[in-house]
C-alpha cells in the first residue's frame, strides 16, 4: 500500500532505477498514485466523488509503457494485470468478454492477499506439521491419519453410528508414558532437524480442479456460487498417501497447515477491498481497437469493444465467484503505438475516461546505451551475473558498448523500430559463443571489446537483409 512518504518525487526516482527516460510518463503515473492517498485522507462524503484520472501512453513498441505500468504496480504492492485490448470481443461474438478483465484481477489479488496471510501464520503452521510428522514417525494406537483414512469408508461410518447406540462402549486406550517420552524424543530430533533425510508416509488431502479451470470460456468461472464449498459437508473428503523424506513432508504439511489456519472469508473480503481502492489495469494494444468499423471484415467489431469497456472504465459492478467488485475507483492505463489511428479515433465517451495523455519518446542511441548499462537490472548486469555462476567473469569496454548501441540503432532504423527489445537481440548475438563454450574456457576473466564485437556482428553490418539475422 502507498506510503505517505512517498511522494511523487520518490515514485519517479525508483522508477528511475529500472527506466531510462520518460519523464513525461513517470510524472503523470506519480500523480495519479499520490492523488489516491490524498484521496484516503478526504471526509466521506467527498471520496467517493473524486475518482482517478486514467492514462493513454502514446509510443512506439520497446520505449516503456508496459514496464513503467509494471513498475508502478510493485512499487505500490498493488494489484495489477496487463491485458490486450484486441483480445476482447464485443457481446456476441466469440471470445473474451471486458468483465473477465476484472475477474482476473481479482484472482491475482486473492493469491497475493493469501500469500501475505499465510507468511503471518508460517510458524503455527510449522509447529502444527511437525506434531503431524510425529504421529506419522510414530503413530498413535488410534492416530488421526487412520481415522481420517476410515471416515472415507462405509464401515467407519456404521461403526459411528454403533458406537452412539451403545453406551457403554470401551473408552479410547490412553497414550503410556513411555510413548509420551518416545514422541518427545522424536519431536526434539525433528526440531533439530537430525531426520530430514527418513522417509515417511504422510497422508494429505487431494485437490480436485474447480470447475471453471476444467471448462474454461464456459462461463463457469463466472458462478457466484462455489460448488465445491456446497457439497463439501456432503461427502467426505478424499485423500491421498505419499512416501517422502522428513525434509518434503515437512514443507507439504506446514503448507496444508498454514491454509487451514487461514480464512478464506477474510481474504476474499480483503482482495475485493483492495481492487475497488488500489487496483491497476493496464490496457494494451489500446490503438488496436480505434478506428470506425464501416469497412466491415473481422474488425467488425472494434466499436462494439470500445462500447463494452467504456461501463467497465466509467464505473460498473462486475459480478465475480468471491462476490461484486466496483471499479469506480480502480486505475486503467492504456497505451498503443498510434501508427495507423490515433486517439481521436476512438469514440468520445472512452476519450472522455482517459483525461490524461503522455506521449513517450522514441529512443536513439544513447538512450539505448543507458539502457545497456544504467538500470538496476540492465543487461549487462544480467549477462555478467550469469555468466559468473560458471567462473568467468566477463567486462565490456566503452568501445564495444557505443558499437552494440549504435548497431541496435541502426536496425531499428532500417527494419521494425523495436526500441529496446532490439538490445536483447544483438547482445545474445554477441555473446552467445560465450554463452555456448563457459565450461571449456579457461580464463578466469574475459574483456569484450569492440574487435570481438564486430566480428560477431559482421554479418549483420554487411548484409542488408537484417531480417535474416534479427528478427
Not at 510458524?123 to 492416530?143: I, Q, T
Request: net charge negative.
Amino acid at each position: 500500500m502507498l506510503d505517505q512518504t512517498l511522494t511523487p518525487h520518490e515514485i519517479v526516482a525508483e522508477l528511475d532505477r529500472y527506466i531510462i527516460g520518460q519523464r513525461q510518463a513517470k510524472k503523470a503515473v506519480a500523480i495519479a498514485l499520490r492523488n489516491r492517498y490524498r484521496r484516503r485522507l478526504l471526509p466521506e462524503e467527498m471520496k467517493d466523488e473524486v475518482y482517478p484520472k486514467n492514462i493513454i501512453m502514446i509510443g512506439a513498441t520497446g520505449v516503456g509503457k508496459t514496464e513503467i505500468a509494471r513498475r508502478l504496480a510493485k512499487i505500490v504492492k498493488a494489484p495489477f494485470i496487463k491485458v490486450e485490448a484486441s483480445k476482447f470481443t464485443e457481446v456476441g461474438y466469440v471470445g473474451r468478454d471486458v468483465e473477465s478483465m476484472i475477474r482476473e484481477l481479482l484472482d491475482v489479488c486473492v493469491r497475493m492477499v493469501k500469500e501475505e496471510k499465510l507468511e503471518t501464520v508460517e510458524e503455527r503452521a510449522k509447529k502444527r506439521a511437525e506434531e503431524r510428522l510425529v504421529d506419522y514417525l510414530m503413530p498413535r494406537r488410534k492416530s488421526p491419519s487412520s481415522q481420517a483414512q476410515q471416515s472415507n469408508s462405509l464401515d467407519y461410518w456404521m461403526q459411528q453410528a454403533s458406537m452412539m447406540l451403545n453406551r457403554n462402549h470401551a473408552p479410547e486406550p490412553k497414550t503410556t508414558p513411555e510413548e509420551l517420552n518416545q514422541r518427545e524424543i522424536i519431536y526434539q530430533k525433528l526440531r533439530r532437524q537430525e531426520l530430514e533425510d527418513e522417509e515417511v508416509e504422510i497422508e494429505t488431502e487431494a485437490k480436485s480442479a474447480p470447475l471453471g479451470d476444467l471448462f474454461p470460456g464456459t462461463g463457469m468461472d463466472q458462478m457466484n456460487i462455489n460448488m465445491q464449498e456446497m457439497l463439501g459437508g456432503m461427502m467426505p473428503k478424499k485423500t491421498r498417501k505419499m512416501k517422502v523424506k522428513v525434509a518434503e513432508a515437512r514443507k507439504i504439511l506446514t503448507a496444508e497447515e498454514a491454509a487451514k489456519l487461514v480464512e478464506n472469508e477474510s481474504v476474499e473480503e480483503e482482495a475485493i477491498r483492495r481492487v475497488e481502492q488500489n487496483g491497476i489495469v493496464f490496457l494494451d494494444e489500446i490503438d488496436k481497437i480505434a478506428g470506425g468499423s464501416s469497412h466491415g471484415g473481422p474488425d467488425v467489431s472494434r466499436g462494439g469493444v470500445q462500447r463494452d469497456i467504456l461501463p467497465i472504465v466509467e464505473g460498473t459492478t462486475v459480478v465475480t465467484k468471491y462476490g461484486p467488485v466496483k471499479t469506480d475507483h480502480i486505475l486503467f492505463i492504456a497505451a498503443g503505438a498510434f501508427h495507423v489511428s490515433k486517439p481521436s479515433d476512438l469514440i468520445p465517451e472512452l476519450q472522455g475516461r482517459f483525461p490524461i495523455r503522455v506521449e513517450l519518446e522514441s529512443l536513439g542511441k544513447d538512450d539505448l546505451k543507458r539502457i545497456l548499462i544504467e538500470p538496476h537490472n540492465s543487461l549487462v548486469k544480467q549477462y555478467t551475473a550469469l555468466l559468473e555462476t560458471e567462473g568467468l567473469h566477463i567486462e565490456f569496454t566503452e568501445e564495444a558498448l557505443d558499437y552494440i548501441t549504435e548497431v541496435s540503432a541502426r536496425v531499428n532504423t532500417k527494419t521494425e523500430n523495436i526500441g529496446a527489445r532490439r538490445l536483447y537481440t544483438i547482445m545474445e548475438k554477441v555473446l552467445e559463443d560465450l554463452l555456448f563454450d563457459t565450461v571449456y574456457l579457461e580464463e578466469e576473466t574475459f574483456v569484450i571489446d569492440q574487435k570481438y564485437v564486430a566480428e560477431r556482428l559482421q554479418a549483420i553490418v554487411e548484409d542488408e537483409d537484417l531480417s535474416r539475422y534479427i528478427l
